[in-house]
């Protein structure tokens, strides 16, 4: 993966390994097969944020807010609550099409999303952000790793993440698991 590659080279990954994720249990529970790029950002990094903004999502996480399922689910029922008087943007109106979350935004409610379309290999799925207060959805044709190497390099083409891409550019990109952020594991 060229993109998770590169992520390592600008942001360097905790000394110690995450715990290992059973990756069968964990999208068998989704209900969906996850994308490669993903699984290879989350055995490097494991759960935490990079530059103190994205948050990585990763099943079984210690942190709720942290844990894939428990996002997936609550942002299930957020956004079907939302719809009922909102429009769904674009990708979503195919039969089929779903959003699941895999990363979010530090003090916002936003979230990264995959656009996961019907017939699609997980690989394929592209990313939608939200910006959680509010009704824009921005999409973006790459995968995860690439959109969050575009977010730390100021690279992408988004309204977002301004902190990243303003004044405040870090000389050093940084990840900080969520142990060393939320505090204690309970693992």
């Given at each position: 993966m060229i993109?998770?590659?590169a992520l390592v080279r600008l942001c360097k990954p905790p000394a110690e390994p995450p715990p290992a994720v059973d990756w069968a249990q964990a999208?068998?529970?989704?209900g969906a097969a996850l994308?490669?790029?993903y699984k290879q950002l989350v055995e490097v990094y494991g759960d935490g944020v990079f530059d103190d903004t994205v948050w990585l999502l990763v099943p079984g996480s210690a942190?709720?807010?942290?844990?894939?399922?428990a996002q997936t689910a609550e942002r299930d029922e957020v956004l079907a609550d939302l719809w009922e008087f909102e429009a769904k943007p674009a990708g979503l109106l195919e039969a089929g099409?779903?959003?699941?979350p895999w990363a979010c935004e530090e003090g916002t409610?936003?979230?990264?999303?995959?656009?996961?379309r019907p017939g699609q290999h997980p690989d394929e799925w592209t990313v939608l952000y939200n910006e959680g207060?509010?009704?824009?959805?921005e999409q973006h044709d790459v995968g995860c790793s690439a959109f969050l190497l575009a977010v730390l390099t100021g690279t992408a083409d988004t309204e977002y993440f301004a902190?990243?891409?303003?004044?405040?550019k870090p000389t050093e990109h940084r990840f900080a698991t969520a142990d060393q952020t939320i505090g204690a594991s309970r693992r």
């Open positions: 993109a998770v590659d999208e068998r529970a989704l994308p490669a790029d942190y709720g807010d942290c844990d894939l399922h099409a779903r959003v699941l409610g936003a979230f990264l999303y995959w656009l996961a207060r509010g009704p824009l959805w902190c990243l891409s303003d004044g405040l």
